[in-house]
């Protein structure tokens, strides 16, 4: 899984930050800009949006399967320090987002749950409930895919369906919520029901502490 991460988050950061930094494909879809949009902010905005993106899910992949105690605990405190960063500028870009107010207040509902759902994941890993800690930090994580998902509904909507890009990508906004919290719980579902959590504990030590 590592390494399928790392090639999507590579193909990500030359993608946004090489090959169209100008963001000129995506942009172009935009069919009602407000008159607040400014070009040389929002892609300064972009670009950190991005960066912090593709180190959130790299660092919560690591964390997934290191033995370190002091690494995972460090590595977690980037993963935490990433979201808010990525939630902030989501902040920022929303307003402007391609499908207009109801795209909006989708993504700015993403930016209360999954903040709220990674300090959640470190109150309980504080308070050694480990099991609870690993479960909200899978929660926190699928949203790491966020973006990935609504490329995918956007993409089918459009190519399957003959979807105008605008109401392709607001279903696959709201698809791409809908699919991390259901993906979340079947994980937690399959993978947890019958175990205190994903890793062994070791020495009174969980992976996920």
């Known amino acids: 899984m590592l390494t399928l991460i790392a090639i999507y988050v590579l193909y990500t950061l030359f993608e946004n930050l090489l090959h169209d930094r100008h963001s000129t494909a ?6 009602h800009l407000r008159a607040s949009f400014q070009l040389p902010v929002w892609l300064k905005v972009m670009y950190v949006h ?6 959130a899910m790299l660092a ?12 995972h605990r460090l590595n977690g405190y980037v993963y935490v320090v990433c979201v808010l960063i990525v939630t902030l500028t989501s902040g920022y870009m929303a307003p402007h987002s391609t499908g207009g107010r109801i795209v909006s ?27 609870k800690h690993q479960k909200w930090m899978i929660r926190s994580y699928l949203f790491c895919f966020t973006n ?9 909507g459009r190519s399957g ?25 079947c994980i ?5 029901r019958k175990t205190t959590g994903i890793f062994e504990m070791k020495g009174g030590f969980s992976k996920t502490d």
């Open 148 to 156: 990935l998902f609504i490329h995918v509904i956007t993409f089918v």
């Open 161 to 185: 369906f003959g979807l105008a890009y605008d109401l392709s990508y607001t279903i696959g906004v709201y698809g791409a919520i809908a699919l991390n919290v259901a993906a979340a719980e």
């Open 26 to 31: 995506f942009l172009s879809q935009k069919t």
């Open 105 to 131: 207040i989708a993504f700015n509902l993403v930016n209360m749950y999954w903040p709220a759902a990674t300090v959640i994941s470190v109150w309980q890993a504080r308070r050694k409930r480990f099991d």
């Open 60 to 71: 919560g992949a690591v964390n997934f399967s290191v033995r370190s105690r002091k690494l």
């Open 188 to 192: 937690i579902w399959f993978t947890l």
């Open 50 to 55: 991005v960066v912090a993106a593709c180190l």
